[in-house]
């Protein structure tokens, strides 16, 4: 019997599972540690080196490998080294000797794009190949892909693609691009409209506080009301991307700003302050008053271009 391509294809997948990568982590905080333990039960060979050792010793039980120093931690790598430190500066002083030529340095910690780019910059003069990653996770997320939690990676594309695989162990991978700032840029976004989520919600809570109304019979319509809102920023990046803001409008400026007067007067008569609203209203009149009533058809995408400086 002749072999088909896909009875050659079963056979090369019965062939040995290649070895998984081998990590070394350095730092063990609440996220080190949950990254840590993922690596470890997925069958990684993990080497850690955490500053205060108590907490790496934690981790001997469980298969890991404990460095007595940063030193030991890297040589031990085979390439890839992962920190998870508290910020910048701690990586700073924690890799501070340490020699990572030939190495593939990929940098959880929390950085600014500014220092991410550094970062990247740094570790070449060091001859490491350079990752930064920005995650979009708590500890409890890492390891539990139902939990919805990802890591955003930029810097050096062939980083990211040799070690795929080991690195979606702890949470899905999203790529961002060359630029090593993309990552910390991405996860900024995204955390910053997070925070202005919750300004908002702040104010809803507050406006009913003094009434007889159950905050838990306002929490589902709350939260069902920001999950309709929230396809609204697809439009928002179709306007930026055409340079039309007018485009497939339904509330234009012109009708919101002239109801924001209602939102202040309800604020005053409930007795809350409407410090989180206030500045977003001024640039929405902004705008307004900057087209000489043109912008009136748009909606809120100009606002975006008072913003930037
Ligand atoms: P923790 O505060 O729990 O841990 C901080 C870690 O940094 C510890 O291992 C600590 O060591 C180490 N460290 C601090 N300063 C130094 C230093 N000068 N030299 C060497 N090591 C140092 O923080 P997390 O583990 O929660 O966070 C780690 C990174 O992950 C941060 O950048 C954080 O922003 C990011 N992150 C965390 C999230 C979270 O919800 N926890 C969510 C998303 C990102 P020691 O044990 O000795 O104190």
């Known amino acids: 019997m002749t072999r088909t391509p896909v009875e050659k294809n079963s056979v090369v997948e019965k062939a040995p599972v290649a070895e998984k990568t081998p990590v070394t982590l350095l730092g063990l905080g609440a996220m080190g540690t949950a990254l840590a333990r993922?690596?470890?039960?997925?069958?990684?060979?993990?080497?850690?080196?955490?500053?205060?050792?108590?907490?790496?010793?934690a981790l001997a039980p469980e298969g890991a490998r404990i460095a007595k120093d940063v030193a030991e931690a890297v040589v031990a790598a085979s390439t890839l080294v992962v920190v998870c430190l508290l910020d910048d500066a701690s990586v700073d002083e924690a890799l501070d000797g340490a020699d990572l030529v030939g190495k593939d340095l990929v940098n959880l910690t929390t950085s600014t794009p500014a220092q991410a780019r550094a970062r990247a910059e740094w570790a070449r003069t060091r001859g490491a190949r350079y990752l930064d990653g920005g995650i979009m996770a708590v500890p409890p997320m890492i390891g539990v892909p139902e939990a919805g939690g990802y890591v955003f990676y930029s810097g050096s594309r062939d980083v990211f693609e040799q070690h795929r695989q080991t690195l979606g162990v702890p949470a899905r991978t999203t790529y961002v691009g060359e630029n090593a700032g993309f990552a910390a840029l991405h996860d900024v976004a995204l955390l910053s409209a997070m925070y202005a989520m919750f300004a908002g919600v702040a104010h809803a809570f507050a406006l009913i506080r003094k009434e007889d109304i159950d905050p838990a019979s306002l929490a589902p319509l709350l939260a069902d009301w920001l999950v309709a809102m929230a396809p609204t920023v697809h439009q928002t990046a179709e306007q930026l991307r055409s340079g039309d803001y007018t485009k497939g409008v339904v509330s234009g400026l012109a009708m919101q700003v002239a109801g924001t007067p209602t939102f202040v007067s309800t604020a005053e008569q409930q007795g809350v302050s409407p410090e989180l609203l206030s500045p977003y209203f001024a640039l929405m009149r902004r705008r307004l008053a900057d087209g000489s009533g043109e912008n009136g058809e748009e909606g809120l995408t100009g606002v975006i271009d008072l913003l930037v400086r």
Request: no cysteine; proline share 5%.
């Open 38 to 57: 993922t690596w470890l039960a997925a069958g990684h060979a993990l080497t850690v080196w955490n500053r205060t050792p108590a907490r790496a010793a």
